[in-house]
């Protein structure tokens, strides 16, 4: 006897059996009877069916009759295509196949099914495996389905918002951002669609909000249909309509939500009594189901976005509601961010149109004419300008200038610019000379931005041509800080680039400005532009001058064609920059303008000098005028004959205004002075600046010449461009 660990008493060790446990004898299994086995069968949650060698149903469990809408004993003997009509998207002929493939080879493959249940489209995917006997032939064949709806429409929608991410919001223009989401929705979902948006959308204002509108009005920008034409819209596209607030849009706008709904009989009538036509079109097509997802972008409603089914006979489900949701999002935060770039583009182009000429002001030296054409690219208005400026001695100075950058910073700084060069122009500086203190004006400028700045360095790089034309003598004095050379039509049919010296862009500091000289026949066209001008086409740039300098040669009835003719031949519709073209046709003073008489450095002279002025004066019938300039030559001659030196030279000049100047070798520069009671000198100047319109001084290489404007009457200023 032996004791175990609680002091029992147990068999004797060498009279135990072996228990199976302890020999590794394999338990015996319970096996499952006949009824447990089919009630696994009917809870089994995955939906089993069984087709005969005769293909003909014989078994399914409740999953596989609730699955279609059945009963068990409704499906039994049925065929593959009756199990329910349109079940099979493929149609029951394919799984017939499939089956007596499966029956003849003894494998097993996989199928897909596809359902329309309750309107909308659910996805099965099914493992057939061959049932054979105990001989191992094959008697039937069994069909496993999983419902894999979810999974399939993921992956759809998946698919369609990749595409949207990729099509959706290429442009920032808001028409065609609407279009992208309509003809994406055409694609996959949906049969009809349109887009409708504010009014201040397009304009690029903020929306207001449609809470508090008894009606609320839109513009359609975008519309798509399956169907040629789009035949479905009642509302042309671009026109603008309304939606009362208790119509189905209405209410999805007010509420902010979208909406899905059944266009039933009760629909329709009451769509009748608000919007009639819209009515009969949805009963003429046969719309059967329509969503209403409002675009709103940061927390603002833009528009609405209205999809319809009438060919694709399932209704619209809530996945498709879903996924109309979120590209509708996604387009509405690109039509937001279109709506705020066409806001700022419209901002920059009046400050940028608002900064350049539009008025040309009063003078005969060119016959001028210009265009200005924003780029389209979306990357905002440019910093392109030109201007005509008129000059002392009835000369003109023609500029044109490019500011690296975009946006209002470039506008800006344009207008700093353009301001600049007039102001240095009426001191007459010599074009090299000008850019040298636009050049120091410019490293003023990006001095004063913060390094950290978004804007700090935009002014650097911007390049100007300025050109300063004589009437009289027919010469043209240029200078170019890193801008593209001009381009010269002569009466005789020559066409030629004009070699300046290179210069480099207004902001690099250190390095000199050189001019040119060039004597222009009368009647030779000289056109001034921006890079923009040459590389529009995004082509060849030398090409893109042949082509400039042909267009330039032809003839043409007037310098507006030829500008018109110029545009029209290297601008695309679509220029991805500025574009700035200045076209000018010279002049020549005749000699029944303007008089010229070399003086003596002789005080007896002076009075021979107002004789000589007053007979020229009454010879052009300017009586009226002789007094002032008689009094006006005695000043300036007398100043030249006391202060300055030989040669001395008088010369009027009948422009647009009466010039009297008067040339002296000396480069003293003469200054206003008020005299005291008892000073004998120091009212010269004061005498002439009282009398005059205007006066001023202009050096040379050799000397300096005092001038001073009289007006005349002459025509109205007139629009450059």
């Not at 394999?26 to 995955?46: A, C, F, K, N």
């Not at 740039?541 to 064609?561: F, K």
């Not at 005299?675 to 290489?701: K, M, N, Q």
């Amino acid at each position: 006897m032996s004791m175990d660990g609680t002091g029992r008493q147990g068999p004797p060790a060498d009279s135990a059996e072996p228990t199976p446990e302890a020999a590794g004898a394999v338990p015996p299994v319970h096996v499952p009877s006949d009824e447990v086995r089919r009630r696994i069968l009917e809870q089994l949650p995955v939906s089993v069916t069984y087709f005969g060698r005769d293909q003909l149903l014989a078994l399914a469990n409740a999953a596989a009759a609730d699955s279609v809408g059945r009963t068990e004993e409704s499906m039994l003997g049925l065929l593959p295509g009756e199990v329910e009509p349109g079940l099979f998207v493929e149609g029951g002929k394919g799984l017939a196949e499939a089956i007596e493939r499966v029956l003849r080879t003894g494998e097993g493959e996989p199928y897909r099914t596809h359902l329309l249940l309750d309107g909308s489209e659910h996805v099965w995917q099914a493992a057939m495996s061959p049932v054979r006997n105990a001989a191992g032939e094959v008697e039937g064949v069994s069909l496993v389905t999983l419902d894999t709806t979810e999974q399939v429409r993921a992956r759809r929608r998946m698919a369609v918002l990749s595409k949207a991410s990729m099509r959706i919001g290429s442009t920032l223009d808001v028409g065609r951002t609407a279009e992208e989401l309509a003809e994406l929705a055409i694609e996959d979902f949906a049969d009809f669609v349109t887009v409708d948006l504010l009014s201040e959308v397009l304009t690029g204002d903020e929306a207001r909000s449609v809470q508090h509108r008894d009606s609320v009005s839109f513009h359609r920008v975008a519309q798509r249909s399956v169907l040629e034409g789009c035949p479905e819209s009642v509302v042309p596209l671009g026109e603008t309509h309304a939606y009362g607030r208790d119509s189905v849009v209405g209410r999805a706008l007010i509420q902010g939500e979208p909406a899905r709904l059944t266009v039933d009989d009760e629909a329709l009538r009451r769509w009748t009594a608000d919007e009639p036509e819209r009515s009969r079109s949805m009963r003429h097509h046969r719309i059967h189901s329509l969503m209403v997802v409002p675009l709103r972008a940061r927390g603002v409603v833009l528009g609405t976005a209205l999809f319809c089914r009438h060919r694709t006979p399932g209704a619209f489900g809530a996945a498709d509601l879903q996924l109309a949701t979120e590209l509708v999002s996604r387009a509405a935060v690109c039509v937001d961010n279109a709506r705020r770039y066409t806001r700022e583009r419209a901002t920059a182009l009046a400050l940028q149109r608002s900064l350049l000429p539009r008025r040309a002001a009063r003078q005969k030296a060119v016959e001028v004419t210009a265009r200005y054409l924003p780029n389209t690219s979306g990357v905002g208005i440019g910093g392109d300008w030109f201007d005509v400026i008129p000059l002392s001695g009835a000369r003109v100075a023609l500029v044109v200038g490019d500011v690296v950058g975009h946006g209002l910073h470039a506008s800006a700084t344009m207008g700093r610019l353009r301001t600049a060069v007039r102001t240095l122009a009426d001191v007459d500086l010599a074009p090299e000379e000008l850019l040298t203190q636009l050049d120091d004006l410019v490293l003023t400028l990006d001095r004063e931005q913060p390094a950290d700045s978004p804007e700090g360095g935009q002014v650097a790089g911007a390049t100007c041509l300025y050109a300063v034309y004589d009437p009289a003598t027919g010469h043209c004095t240029m200078a170019r800080a890193g801008h593209p050379e001009p381009v010269v039509a002569r009466p005789d049919g020559t066409v030629e680039q004009l070699r300046l010296p290179s210069g480099p862009p207004l902001g690099v500091g250190g390095l000199a400005f050189d001019a040119a000289e060039f004597e222009l026949p009368e009647g030779s066209r000289l056109a001034l532009y921006t890079d923009g001008l040459i590389e529009a086409t995004g082509g060849d740039i030398d090409h893109a001058l042949a082509e400039l300098r042909d267009v330039l040669g032809r003839p043409a009835r007037s310098l507006e064609e030829a500008c018109d003719t110029v545009m029209d031949a290297l601008v695309p519709e679509q220029p991805n920059d500025d574009v700035a073209l200045l076209l000018a046709r010279t002049r020549r003073l005749d000699s029944g303008h303007y008089a010229s008489w070399d003086l003596p450095c002789d005080p007896a002279v002076v009075s021979n000098a107002r004789n000589r002025a007053a007979a020229q004066l009454t010879a052009w019938g300017l009586d009226d005028a002789v007094f002032t300039t008689e009094l006006v030559v005695s000043e300036l001659v007398t100043n030249a004959i006391r202060y300055g030196g030989d040669p001395i030279r008088l010369r009027l000049i009948r422009d647009t205004a009466l010039i009297c100047e008067v040339f002296d070798g000396s480069s003293t520069a003469p200054h206003l002075r008020r005299a005291r009671i008892f000073d004998e000198g120091g009212r010269g100047l004061l005498l002439v600046a009282s009398l005059t319109e205007r006066w001023g001084t202009r050096y040379t290489g050799t000397g300096k010449t005092i001038w001073a404007e009289q007006p005349l009457p002459g025509p109205e200023e007139t629009d450059p461009a």
